[in-house]
């Protein structure tokens, strides 16, 4: 059985840093795609970030340059390390995994929050 637990939200000030964790277990990550979306209260499922074994992460435009998604193997953890944080990066942060497909447009941000399996969140508040 596949579980993804994300861990490392908190509440932070404008310009703060925090590194997200998502711990998989029962998964593979070879071949498949791995990534963070987030959704604020009111607001439509944002993706954030994806990566994949076989080649480079993707960013969506709202966070590239401040946001760096990464994979660690012997942990088989995925992380999401996220510098110099706005208020309006305020949300509930999610990881999401694909089961056995990572090929065309799965690696796009746009289309996380359909990957097959998710973990429940972990929230994250900056303040201005």
């Given amino acids: 059985q596949v579980q993804l637990v ?6 932070v000030q404008s310009g703060g840093s925090l590194r997200l964790s998502c711990a998989a277990s029962g998964y593979t990550y ?7 979306f ?20 993707t960013y969506a435009e709202h966070v590239k340059g401040r946001f760096t998604i990464s994979h660690y193997n012997a942990k088989n953890t995925l992380y999401l ?13 999610y990881c999401a ?4 497909y990572c090929s065309g447009s799965w690696r796009s941000p746009l289309r996380i929050h359909e990957y097959r399996y998710k973990g429940r969140g972990t929230q994250v508040t900056v303040s201005s």
């Fill in 97 to 100: 995994a694909t089961a056995g």
């Fill in 6 to 11: 994300e861990s490392g939200g908190g509440s």
């Fill in 30 to 36: 070879s071949g498949n795609c791995m990534g963070w």
């Fill in 81 to 93: 390390q996220m510098n110099d944080l706005k208020p309006e990066d305020t949300a509930l942060y």
């Fill in 38 to 57: 987030r959704q604020a209260p009111g607001k439509e499922r944002e993706g954030v970030a994806t990566i994949f074994s076989s080649g480079s992460p």
